[in-house]
């Protein structure tokens, strides 16, 4: 049957369902995840929750795409599914000649890898709460480990801020969230050991409004600066007058008197280390986790840009000196995975 797709993207509510022959036929057209791929382009797809334009998404969906202008993949994603969806466009995907599929399967860490079982011959990648199973070879995870980022944010944002009053808007109280939050709290304890914090959830990825009055609220009770983990709340500091700490991605540039600084995720090294492991046959259950860490160049710290010359310059020789602790390994962030509380 004859499968629809808009541009490059893959529109799961119009396509057809894949027949019991066609599929049998994709199954024998694919090889094991032992075979190499070296010299052929890789078929990779995707299937997200969110828009492509959600800060953490977009980061593997840029990877995903500068793999592509590479000649490296050819690559294809379905964004916006829901959690009913989920499971049957990963089916669909792993069906239709895709050797390595990514995305992210917070809502259906089982069901993801009953999936994967299913299908041996496709390697998938999957932002994931829970450790690489041996028993699901086929099934890798990550998260984006960039808490030595969000540390050196809060070294300058605890320096920054004038009531030691800070808002933290989060979307659930999940570890890749908790431990960003843990690292900034630890940051700002640097130059703010007497800092207190509001932290909130809004049971949402997506939803800005929610996050823009959350952070309404939280500056109404005496925060001057904000943490930004969701879209929404770096609109409600520029309202309000007051600074913003960016998570994910550099959103300066829409808020330049607003984000003093951002920490950064770089999905590129995590996802250019699966390609080589497909291609070479050699992927395997593994937490690609690490691969988002500071040495590894999987995070970074933005450019300070608009707030170059407004950042004290002691802070700003701190932040370079733990920078360059951290990248040569004698300083390691503490990765704490629990709910951060309001203090």
Do not use: C
């Not at 022959?21 to 382009?41: M, T």
């Not at 050819?74 to 089916?91: F, T």
């Amino acid at each position: 049957m004859s499968k629809s797709y808009s541009g490059n993207v893959f529109n799961p509510t119009r396509r057809a369902v894949v027949g019991a022959a066609g599929a049998a036929a994709a199954l024998a057209a694919l090889g094991a995840p032992g075979r190499v791929f070296a010299q052929e382009k890789l078929k990779v797809a995707a299937v997200y929750t969110v828009p492509v334009e959600q800060q953490w998404v977009s980061r593997i969906h840029k990877a995903a795409n500068a793999a592509k202008d590479r000649g490296e993949i050819e690559y294809v994603y379905s964004e916006n599914v829901s959690s009913a969806d989920n499971e049957r466009v990963l089916r669909e995907y792993a069906e239709t000649g895709n050797k390595l599929i990514i995305g992210e399967v917070f809502g259906i860490e089982e069901a993801s890898r009953v999936i994967a079982k299913d299908y041996p011959e496709v390697a998938f990648l999957m932002g994931s709460s829970f450790k690489p199973d041996e028993a699901v070879p086929n099934f890798s995870v990550f998260d984006n480990y960039i808490q030595d980022a969000s540390y050196l944010t809060g070294i300058v944002a605890g320096a920054m801020s004038k009531t030691k009053n800070i808002g933290m808007v989060g979307g659930y109280p999940i570890p890749e969230v908790n431990r960003l939050m843990h690292a900034f709290m630890a940051g700002v304890k640097e130059t703010a050991p007497d800092a207190k914090f509001q932290v909130a959830f809004i049971g949402s990825w997506f939803d800005p409004p929610k996050a823009k009055e959350t952070a309404f609220a939280q500056i109404e009770a005496g925060a001057d600066l904000m943490y930004a983990e969701r879209f929404g709340v770096s609109d409600a500091a520029k309202e309000k007058g007051v600074l913003a700490i960016g998570n994910v991605i550099d959103t300066q540039p829409d808020y330049p008197e607003t984000v003093v600084a951002s920490a950064l995720w770089h999905f590129e090294p995590t996802l250019d280390k699966a390609i080589a492991e497909v291609k070479a046959g050699t992927f395997k259950a593994a937490d690609y986790g690490v691969y988002s860490f500071m040495k590894e160049g999987g995070s970074s710290l933005a450019p300070f840009g608009t707030f170059e010359d407004k950042i004290p310059a002691d802070i700003k020789a701190l932040v370079a000196e733990k920078e360059k602790a951290i990248k040569d390994g004698s300083l390691v962030t503490v990765i704490n995975d629990e709910e951060p509380k309001s203090s």
